[in-house]
């Protein structure tokens, strides 16, 4: 029985580890974003320069934005039915134009 209990302790302080580290993950990402935003020499923000600069980032920001996929997917087939049957129409076109591409 304690062995039981040494093992579940073991899981519950390797998932506090990592929830740690990407705790401590996300603040590294935070402040190098912050401490880019805040420097009076940077007129233009630069995005991009912000996602290859800035380690993980972009690997977090595509990982949230299909976690938020499903959220827009919805938002969407919501909207549909207050379109006009000719932006429908238009919609239709704009989305069999990219299928062909």
Known sequence: MPRKAAENHQVKETQDDKER?????????????LNYISDDEIEVIDIEY???NTDGLREWWDQYRERNRKNIEEEIVQSLGSLSIEALEELREKIRGKEKE
């Open 21 to 33: 580290n990407e705790i401590e993950r996300l603040n590294d990402m935070l402040a190098a974003v």
């Open 50 to 52: 912000l996602l290859n």
